[in-house]
Nanobody, 118 residues
Framework: QVQLVESGGGLVQPGGSLRLSCAASRIVFSMYSMGWYRQVPGKQRELVATITSGTSTNYADSVKGRFTISRDNAKKMVYLQMNSLKPEDTAVYYC????????????WGQGTQVTVSS
């Protein structure tokens, strides 16, 4: 069974930094596009950042220049470095693994809470 396990969430003051990590198991990690999404209560889950198997990246406009996604295929890890955090970044952050060819499998982690508050 595929597992994605996030860690690194927590409480941070505005302007601070956090680094989220996602450990994947039981997938051919290097073949998957990986992503971070976030969700607040009452709203749809939204894309934060993605990184393809070829390491092309994509970011939501709201986090460009502040967040950086990266991956380590040898360790089956994906990271999200979050700098200059704002209260509006408060959300549950989810790790995603997407296989962009048939059978288009898609996996989610359980989420990690990030709270930006003074």
């Amino acid at each position: 069974q595929v597992q994605l396990v996030e860690s690194g969430g927590g409480l941070v003051q505005p302007g601070g930094s956090l680094r989220l990590s996602c450990a994947a198991s039981r997938i051919v990690f290097s073949m998957y596009s990986m992503g971070w999404y976030r969700q607040v209560p009452g709203k749809q889950r939204e894309l934060v950042a993605t990184i393809t198997s070829g390491t092309s990246t994509n970011y939501a406009d709201s986090v460009k220049g502040r967040f950086t996604i990266s991956r380590d295929n040898a360790k089956k890890m994906v990271y999200l470095q979050m700098n200059s955090l704002k209260p509006e970044d408060t959300a549950v952050y989810y790790c995603n693994a997407e296989f962009r060819s048939p059978p288009f499998t898609n996996y989610w982690g359980q989420g990690t809470q990030v709270t930006v508050s003074s």
